[in-house]
């Protein structure tokens, strides 16, 4: 599967940003989707994640509550609404898929556990 993410740019504090990623293939309702993103300096880290039939999601402490992800099988995307945008949440945001379910919270944040990645898409929040 291929996967394409959009939706970066520059915001102010406080602003809101809605990233989008785009998958080919005909599978995309059995893949597990998540979104990570890596600061300049830093490690990549989770974001959020979205079971296949969009029943369960998870977020990092840090962006939960300002966060929302969404999935639409009929269309083969996923998205993430970012709202309370912060300077610390400048980085370069990647979605993740995988080929089969996942049930822990752990599991979800684990790179490692994903088989394709997009490009990446920057999100620059200014103070």
């Known amino acids: 599967v291929q996967l394409q993410a959009s939706g970066g740019g520059l915001v102010q504090a406080g602003g809101s940003l809605r990233l989008s990623c785009a998958a080919s293939?005909?599978?995309?309702?059995?893949?597990?989707m998540a979104w990570f993103r890596q600061a300049p300096g830093k490690e990549r880290e989770f974001v959020s994640g979205i079971s296949v039939n969009g029943g369960s999601t998870y977020y990092a402490d840090s962006v939960k509550g300002r966060f929302t992800i969404s999935r639409d099988n009929a269309k083969n995307t996923v998205s993430l609404q970012m709202n309370s945008l912060k300077p610390v949440d400048t980085a370069v945001y990647y979605c993740?898929?995988?080929?089969?379910?996942?049930?822990?919270?752990?599991?979800?944040?684990?790179?490692?556990?994903?088989?394709?990645w997009g490009q990446g898409t920057l999100v620059t929040v200014s103070s």
């Open positions: 993740a898929a995988r080929p089969w379910s996942m049930s822990s919270y752990s599991d979800y944040g684990r790179g490692a556990n994903y088989f394709y």
């Open positions: 293939g005909r599978t995309f309702s059995s893949y597990t």
